[in-house]
Structures are given as C-alpha cells and as structure tokens.
C-alpha cells in the first residue's frame, strides 16, 4: 500500500517525540469544543462539567504515567510515613 502523503511521515515523528504535548492539545481541544457547545446551550452545565472532569482525568492518568509520577508519590508517602512512625515513636513510648 502506498502512502497518501510525504508529509504524515513528518506529523508521526512529531507526535511520537512529543507525547505530551500532544495529549495537553488533543485535551485543551476537547475542553474548548465542550465549552463552545455548552456556551451554545447545547450541553446543560452539569453535563459539561462531566465531560470536562473526564477530559481533565485522562490528561492526569497520561501524566502521570508519562512523568513517573507515580513514583514521586510513593517516594513521599514512604517518608511521611517513617517521619510520623517515628514521631508516634517518640511522643508515645513516654507515655
């Protein structure tokens, strides 16, 4: 099969070197065609703000996924938690 045109080859290597931004696009494009229909009174305000709480989701999942952000959360929460083990320790052995 040939290719329709030379220059999808360039879009691709755009979009796979720069996932992000791409997904920060794609997600501000679908907020700005949830609030247009909405100001339009297509949408009711409970509606938009769902559908826009779901674009705003994804847009989180993907970068947290993407960053390793999970990581850093699990790297803090393991800290407060020897942080406070040992507060507990301290306050409460006295006792």
């Given at each position: 099969?040939?290719?329709?045109?030379?220059?999808?080859?360039?879009?691709?290597?755009?979009?796979?070197?720069?996932?992000?931004?791409?997904?920060?696009?794609?997600?501000?494009?679908?907020?700005?065609?949830?609030?247009a229909?909405?100001?339009?009174?297509?949408?009711?305000?409970?509606?938009?703000?769902?559908?826009?709480?779901?674009?705003?989701?994804?847009?989180?999942?993907?970068?947290?996924?993407?960053?390793?952000?999970?990581?850093?959360?699990?790297?803090?929460?393991?800290?407060?938690?020897?942080?406070?083990?040992?507060?507990?320790?301290?306050?409460?052995w006295?006792?």
């Open positions: 099969m040939q290719h329709v045109s030379a220059d999808n080859d360039r879009v691709a290597q755009w979009c796979a070197a720069h996932p992000v931004l791409l997904a920060f696009g794609l997600c501000a494009f679908g907020l700005a065609v949830v609030a229909v909405w100001g339009f009174g297509i949408l009711t305000p409970a509606t938009a703000t769902v559908i826009a709480f779901i674009y705003a989701a994804c847009l989180g999942g993907f970068l947290m996924k993407y960053l390793g952000i999970n990581e850093f959360i699990r790297g803090v929460r393991f800290l407060w938690f020897v942080l406070t083990g040992v507060w507990w320790l301290l306050t409460f006295r006792a």
